[in-house]
């Protein structure tokens, strides 16, 4: 399927970065299916209950979940102390969780300010985890609730994988965007080019792979993220004996040769890894956590956490410091990061109109 002629790039659409103003911010909830998580469903329930309230707390909240689980999701979100008025639920039956990956990249028209979907295929991460039908379906169902244009992609893309300032400079990895488990007919040179044409990318930043555990072979959220047009937060690992430090190193040796538009070079700081979290008899023996899978809201940053005093503390200051017109949110991620991901993972943000 070619793409939508004109693109958007062409109507004058762009992908604004996270930090510009948003309406509301979209989660898929954790669906009743006893395969699904069936030793952890209530503490990431929990978790999900949590991380909406705080949500609720500065913005809209916009949920997909089957409709038997309406009466529920509002029991928790009330036992949470969500603020009720910023919840909106959706009769928009889903498979998993990861809204990041699944929902819909928003677009806003620059001269308009019109908000319209980009529908990119989505795989299971390369087929790794079934089914993933209904997911794949979340950004037509909330396209056309929300009675908003649609522009479907020919592609297979996740919303972890890339990464955008203002600007349009976009980073995501090699080991994503290029696996075979993708888009395999597909060269480096036309997935840029779909990536300029459907969400108005105008520079692409390669960087190599991601950390270890993590399912989604490398998604750029787990590895380095924007918090202005100039500065970027990196994950880093300084012990050369963790397998984490190579590729980590790697990266940060890529950026190297990264300029803002201006010629600049951007700020680059480091935030160290989580000590490793671990689980024992778990299907990952060491889980992907990383303290830049943070999420911006209009008036918060929440960020995850893993009960690691000293390395908490010392990534929400650097966050602090960064955001300093937002309250920084710590947000315990275990029983998240446990099953594949955090707090960016499982949301998609709605950008404001006009």
Known sequence: MPLPSPTPAALGYRMPAEWEPQEALWL????NNPEFWPESREAVQD????????????????????????????????????EADHVE???????????????????????????????WGF??????????????????R??????????????????GSIEMNSHGQLLT?????????????LSRSEIEWRLREMLGATEIIWLGSGIEGDDTDGHIDDLARFTDDGTLVISWEKDDKNPNSGPLHENRERLRDFRLPDGGRPQIIEIDLPEACEVPGWRLPVLPASYVNFLILNQAVLVPVFGQKRRDMMATGILGELFPGREIVPINALDIVREGGAIHCISQQQPARG
């Open 28 to 31: 898929s909830w954790p669906p």
């Open 47 to 82: 978790a999900f209950s949590k991380i909406a309230a705080a949500i609720s707390r500065v913005e809209i909240v916009r949920i997909n979940a089957h409709e038997s689980l309406h009466d529920e999701i509002r029991r928790l979100l009330a036992s949470a102390d969500a």
């Open 89 to 119: 639920l959706f009769a928009h039956p889903n498979d998993d969780v990861w809204c990041r990956d699944h929902g819909p990249l928003f677009v806003k028209h620059r001269e308009t300010g019109e908000i319209a979907a980009t529908n």
């Open 123 to 140: 795989n299971g991460w390369g087929d790794k985890f079934l089914p993933y039908d209904l997911d794949n379906q979340i950004p037509e």
């Open 142 to 159: 909330i396209a056309t609730a929300l009675g908003m244009t649609r522009f479907d992609a020919d592609m297979i893309l996740e919303g």
């Open 173 to 185: 990895t090699e080991a994503v965007l290029l696996n075979p488990n993708r888009n395999p007919d």
